[in-house]
């Protein structure tokens, strides 16, 4: 996607040389920002982000980005992003955002380019650390694991305002285009290895009511979206797959896994009132996934994820959050009663409980130390075998913004 | 006796209802440049034009200034035009800055650095510590 930001640049030079032919060299009026985040985390028993049970420093997170009003109307922008968290260890920078922005009026605008998705609350603003008081945000709604797929997409978003009198105002977004996944990197070549992701298509929408009382937003969003995944099996388990007959003597290990579709909806409520805070949203995440090969049968998920948040600013240095934030695997076998889905009952399962202390040093600079109660294994039976079934997560992380 | 007082409270409230907050060094005045004919603006839409939501009014596209957070005026202003606290405006502009949707109205240091702004931008909008003299700025009422 290196021509997305050839592009922008050309369209800035080429408006910066249309002004220089007129009055000398004239460069857009360009706001740059940044942030730069480190931090370190541990947990007991489970790896959740990486190897997070031996304890890490690998957190880490940076973006810089630029924007202008080419007119009064048509802004750009773009951002580039790059994460050492984990297994997300993908140092370089990469295209975070990068799009054009014509807001025509209060109740119609149009970005074209990659945008961020909106879902749920936050989606838009997952990774601005500074804007919110936790670490983490609720992680059975926003998954730190998912936080590369369901970022952004590359295509076209139209948002606006429609004024309803007396009764506040409807806020919108819709959006359709192609997910842009960046692939892990570092895979491990003993392991099976995801080394293509194909995005056949993402579309969906937001929709929230102002009402017309300070501070609070009710609402919803809904996406629909299909991927290939190609992905090359362990030499051990093409091995076992040929020896069981699944698949022919000839097979490569070479396997497609499809999701078709991902059909995720979001129903959303916050209200802020003087310094408190407070956030409560439901979701439900079906998908369809095939193989093929047929290596695995093809499989139906239904999740079910929600939390509740409360977040209070004790005063311009110090605020403090809470939530308690839930997420069954499948939400018509919630106890976990189907020992082939779920070896330990408790793999249907994460509610999780977490406090977060922030700490703003000024305007620029803030540290936050956070701790995470954990019933359930939801979160990583899908990558670790015979998880825990009670553990924490202990997470500190200072942030700088400019 | 009590309609008397009830005479009062509504011409008191008459007074704070006009172009300027009155009384107290956090009060502000409303100023927009002369080409924009209005005389006077709601509150909801000038939050909204603060808040970036709006980029119209009277035919001109906005642009809004502030005043640096040293002034009383601003911390006033935010509370009552905006309706946020300081750590809520922050947090909005953060997520508004690394989505890419936009950056915040700048600030002026100064009151007259805020009327240069409007003066220079037709759809020049900002406000002044009441009692600041407007220069060529029009002064306009806060419904």
Redesign the interface.
């Known amino acids: 996607m290196k021509w997305w930001l050839i592009a922008t640049w050309i369209g800035w030079s080429a408006i910066a040389h249309a002004q220089a032919s007129d009055e000398g060299l004239a460069l857009p009026d360009v706001?740059v920002?940044g942030?730069v985040s480190e931090g370190g985390f541990l947990s007991t028993d489970n790896d959740y982000i990486g190897k997070s049970s031996r304890g890490t420093l690998e957190f880490f997170e940076a973006?810089i980005?630029a924007?202008t009003d080419l007119s009064?109307?048509l802004?750009v922008?773009?951002?580039l992003f790059s994460q050492d968290e984990g297994a997300q260890n993908d140092s370089t920078p990469r295209l975070d955002?990068?799009?054009l922005?014509y807001?025509w009026?209060?109740e119609l605008g149009i970005r074209a380019g990659r945008?961020?998705i909106p879902f749920g609350l936050y989606n838009?603003?997952i990774?601005?650390d500074?804007?919110?008081v936790p670490i983490l945000l609720p992680q059975s709604v926003y998954p730190l694991t998912e936080r590369t797929v369901l970022n952004s997409q590359t295509g076209f978003l139209v948002y606006g305002?429609l004024p309803l009198c007396h009764f506040g105002s409807l806020e919108y977004q819709a959006y359709g285009g192609e997910l842009s996944t960046p692939l892990a990197p570092g895979q491990d070549a003993n392991s099976s290895r995801l080394y293509q992701i194909d995005s056949k298509y993402i579309y969906g929408g937001q929709l929230f009511w102002h009402p017309p009382v300070?501070?609070l937003r009710v609402g919803g969003s809904w996406l629909r979206a299909g991927l290939d995944e190609y992905i090359n099996l362990a030499p051990a388990l093409t091995q076992l797959f040929i020896m069981e007959g699944v698949v022919p003597p000839t097979f490569d290990g070479n396997v497609i896994g499809s999701i078709r579709p991902a059909n995720f909806w979001i129903a959303s409520a916050e209200y802020?009132v003087?310094?408190w805070q407070f956030a409560a949203e439901y979701s439900r995440w079906f998908e369809r996934a095939r193989f093929d090969p047929v290596v695995l049968p093809a499989a139906t998920s239904d999740n079910e994820r929600f939390y509740g948040l409360a977040a209070y600013?004790i005063n311009?240095e110090l605020?403090a959050s809470a939530y308690y934030s839930v997420l069954y695997t499948d939400v018509n076998d919630r106890s976990g009663s189907n020992k082939m889905a779920f070896p330990s009952k408790y793999d249907a399962w994460s509610r999780d409980a977490a406090a977060t202390l922030r700490w703003d040093v000024n305007?620029h600079w803030l540290w936050k130390a956070e701790a995470h109660f954990i019933d359930g294994a939801a979160y990583v039976s899908a990558t670790q075998p015979m998880p825990a079934r009670y553990w924490g997560m202990f997470l500190v992380r200072t942030t700088v913004?400019f | 006796m009590m309609r008397r007082g009830l005479l009062l409270a509504l011409v008191l409230l008459a007074a704070g209802g006009g172009s300027s907050r009155a009384g107290g060094d956090d009060a502000y005045e409303i100023i927009v440049n002369p080409a924009v004919d209005v005389s006077e603006i709601d509150r909801d839409t000038l939050r909204?034009i603060y808040l970036k939501?709006?980029?119209?009014l009277d035919g001109h596209?906005t642009h809004p200034i502030g005043l640096a957070s040293k002034f009383p005026a601003a911390e006033r202003f935010i509370h009552d035009v905006l309706?946020?606290?300081?750590?809520?405006l922050?947090?909005?502009w953060?997520?508004q800055?690394?989505?890419?949707?936009?950056?915040p109205p700048p600030d002026a240091d100064s009151p007259s650095a805020a009327i240069d702004y409007v003066l220079d931008h037709e759809?020049g909008v900002g406000y002044l510590p009441a009692g600041t003299p407007p220069g060529k700025a029009k002064l306009v009422r806060l419904r």
């Open positions: 706001r920002h942030f973006a980005n924007q009064d109307k802004h922008g773009l951002q955002w990068g799009f922005d807001h009026r209060r945008v961020r838009e603003y990774d601005i500074s804007s919110r305002d300070d501070g802020m003087d310094d600013h311009d605020a305007d913004t | 909204d939501k709006v980029n119209e596209d309706r946020k606290t300081p750590s809520q922050k947090s909005y953060n997520q800055i690394f989505s890419g949707k936009g950056v759809g």
